[in-house]
Structures are given as C-alpha cells and as structure tokens.
C-alpha cells in the first residue's frame, strides 16, 4: 500500500473572487519531479503556497504521503528568499537548521555553501551580495540535511541564477529525485534535464 | 543521503537557534537598538525644562512620567518586530517550519525585551533622580519595569502580528495595544507612587507579577495565531 509523495484531488480555488483553478487533480510520486508551467497570473504560486498550507481557502483534499501536509515535511522556497539581509550566509543558514530542530555539527553550513559555490562569503551580510548570490544562498537550503524531506516547493528556482548557479540548482534537485523525493516547480525558463521530469501546464494554456 | 538520527526535532535547539538570531538581528543594527532609549532619556529631560524645575513638582510626576516614557519607548520598537521578517520571507519560513510555532515567538519576544525592556529598566532610576524620584521609591520603579516591560513588549507583540500584513499598520498599532498598556501603567505607577509616600508597594507589584506570568504563558499563542493569518494573506 504505497501512497504518493503528493496527491491532489479536485482542487477549486479562488483568489480575489477570480476562479484560478477547479477540478485540478495533481499525482507526484516519489523521484518524480513535476515542472509547474502557465501564464504569469495561471495561480503557479497560490498552488504552491495552497499545498505548503500557507492559503487555505480552497476546496479539495491536498494529501502528502497520505495524511494532510504538515510543514516539517516539505521545503518551501519561495519568491521572498527566507534569508535575512542583515545576517551573514552562514548565520541565515544555522537558522534555517535550528527551525527544523537540527542538532548535528555546524560543519553542514560550511559544506552547503561551498556546495553553491559561495565558500569565502561565509561571513559577509546577505544584503551586500549581488542577486544571484542571494539566491544561491536561499538555494544553499536545498544542500542542507533539513532538506532530506519527502516534498520540495519551488517557486521560480533559476530566477537571477547563471548557467552554472542553473546546473548547480539542477544537480542539487537530481540529487533528491535519487534519494526519493519529490519536487514540483515553478519556472519559465526551459527546464533542465531532470529523470522522471513531466511537465503541467495550468491557466489558459491546459 | 537519508534521514538521519541527527534530524530529530529538539525544542530547545528552535529556541535557542531564533534567540540568537533575533539578538545577532537586532546588534547588527546599533541605530534601531538606540533610538527607543534614546527617545525614553529626551523625553523625560523635556519634563523639567517644560514643565517645571521645581524639585517638588518633579517628585509627585516622577513615577508617571517615568511610565508614560517607557511605554511609548516600548510602542516605538514595535512596528518593525515582524516587518522586516515578513518582507524576507523568513516569517513565512518560520511559520511553516517551526514546531510549535510558540517556541520561536517567545525567543523573538525575548530578543526584543532584551533589547528594549531591560535596558529601559536599567536607565529608569538614572532618569528618576533627575526628576527628583523619592530614594525609596527607585527599588519599586524598577521591579515595576521589570515585571511590566514583558507584558507591553507581548501585547505589543500581538498588536505587531496583527497589523504586519498591512503597509502602514504603525497608527493601528498604537491604537491597538495602547489601550491594552493601561492596567500595567496603573498598576506600575501606584507601585512607584506608594513607595514615595511610605507605603508597601507590595500589592501592585504582586498583581504585575502575575499579569506578567500570565502574559508569558499565554500571550505568545495569540501572536502565533496572528503571525500564521498574516502569512496567509500575504
């Protein structure tokens, strides 16, 4: 009796009285990957913050690993980067491993950081980084243990990124699809070469 | 990699881990950090150039006035407590992540008294004999501070919850939570007033400590509460 990682029946849902969705149905399984694609407006984003349980008015049953989704058990990484300005890469990511509850060695930060090829900014402030290095570092998340959960939403991953921050984001995520997890992502850019990938459109567009 | 034993949620890792942050937040930014006690001093030395130098006028409003400061100090902090996290997007993380949420907001809640509570009571009996504070009244001014700082700092941490989603929440949130800041106002200053007529001050202070266990044990669900509405309509 096997569950899938995601499994979305008959989702309705309205944003500012304007239906985005209805009837959607959604199946990811384990090492199965899922590029989210539809026009800007289509509802990408409020799908992904419906599942993460972050808009909750909608009708239908949005299940992870058959039980309702609870937050410990996906990773988020959305349009706000979740990095303080203020505080160094490594300050940002610590953070991030106290909220799950980590209490392994702090040495994973280090190895996180050189993973999105950001070893020497470890002590620099987030906000005196150009914009793609910020959103390597938000990415950094995605290198760190806490990140071994059955589900990742990604919203816009590649946004800023170079072709290499682009393979490094796409290793990282081939990475997980090996280790059985799940990914649905958002983006609009050609999506990189990931097994188990299948596309969806939402919007005018279906 | 899998899963490995060293993921096991542990509670005081999330507490200690959002404390830390919310102080290495708030000491990286000396100027936030100073402006409410640098408000509370300039206030209060306005109160003997504009009202009067007389030494007895001043001793009679000392405890008042000392109040009033604080508490205004302390409504002056609270605007930004969420702001800046939910513009990040690290409300949102900690508000999906965090299990219980409670944990992370009492060590913000924390953070933020150590910042602006505490030192408010530490610089209250300086500023008390400047106004010409009865001696024995500077004891009970500050046990008053420091059991009536937590609780403005929580309720105000309600009111900052609450109007985080909006874009110019700073007038709502006086109007909120001032009305919220009057019993410990009045129970502080009668504390405060006591001792300066001789009296034992026990009675205020005893109610202050119990509001203000109330207020830790309880009040950090409301702003969670809050803080997941403002995320969601966000």
């Known amino acids: 009796m096997s569950h899938a990682v995601l499994d979305i029946c008959g989702l309705r849902c309205e944003r500012d009285d304007r239906e985005l969705f209805a009837d959607f149905d959604l199946r990811i399984g384990a090492a199965e990957a899922v590029q989210l694609r539809g026009p800007n407006g289509a509802g990408k984003t409020t799908l992904l913050r419906c599942i993460a349980g972050m808009h909750p008015e909608y009708e239908g049953s949005i299940q992870l690993l058959g039980a309702p989704v609870a937050g410990e058990r996906l990773l988020f990484v959305g349009h706000r980067p979740g990095i303080s300005g203020l505080l160094t890469a490594a300050d940002n990511l610590r953070w991030h491993l106290d909220l799950a509850g980590w209490h392994g060695a702090g040495d994973v930060v280090t190895a996180a950081l050189t993973r999105v090829g950001l070893t020497g900014y470890d002590d620099v402030p987030c906000q005196q980084l150009s914009a793609g290095q910020q959103r390597r570092v938000a990415l950094a998340r995605l290198a760190l243990p806490t990140a071994q959960v059955p589900l990742w939403l990604l919203d816009e991953p590649f946004t800023a990124l170079d072709d290499a921050g682009l393979n490094l984001v796409s290793g990282l995520m081939a990475d997980r699809l090996a280790g059985g997890g799940a990914i649905l992502f958002t983006t609009h850019q050609p999506a990189p070469e990931l097994p188990g990938l299948s596309t969806r459109w939402i919007g005018a567009a279906a | ?234």
């Open chain 2, 1 to 234: 990699m899998t899963p490995s034993a060293g993921s096991d949620p542990s509670l005081w890792v999330l507490f200690r881990g959002q404390l830390r942050r919310d102080l290495k937040l708030a000491f990286g930014q000396p100027s936030e950090l100073a402006n409410p006690l640098a408000f509370f001093v300039v206030v209060i030395t306005l109160f003997p150039l504009g009202v009067s130098p007389e030494p007895g006028v001043l001793a009679g409003m000392a405890p008042g006035v000392l109040w009033i400061a604080a508490l205004l100090a302390t409504l002056l902090g609270l605007e930004a407590l969420f702001r800046r996290d939910r513009d990040d997007g690290t409300l949102e993380q900690m508000v999906l992540r965090a299990q219980p949420l409670y944990l992370p907001v009492v060590a913000r809640m924390l953070a933020h008294w150590m910042v602006t509570g505490a030192p408010l009571t530490l610089l209250a009996p300086l500023l008390g004999g400047m106004l010409n504070l009865a001696p024995e009244a500077r004891l009970p001014l500050m046990l008053g501070l420091a059991l009536g700082t937590p609780v403005l700092v929580l309720l105000g941490g309600v009111g900052a919850a609450l109007t985080v989603g909006l874009r110019t929440g700073g007038v709502l949130l006086a109007l909120l939570v001032l009305p919220l800041f009057v019993p410990v106002l009045i129970l502080g200053v009668s504390a405060a007033e006591l001792a300066s007529s001789g009296l034992d001050p026990t009675g205020p202070l005893l109610w202050l400590a119990a509001g203000a266990s109330f207020a830790i044990t309880t009040v950090p669900f409301a702003i969670a509460a809050a803080l997941r509405i403002g995320v969601e309509t966000g």
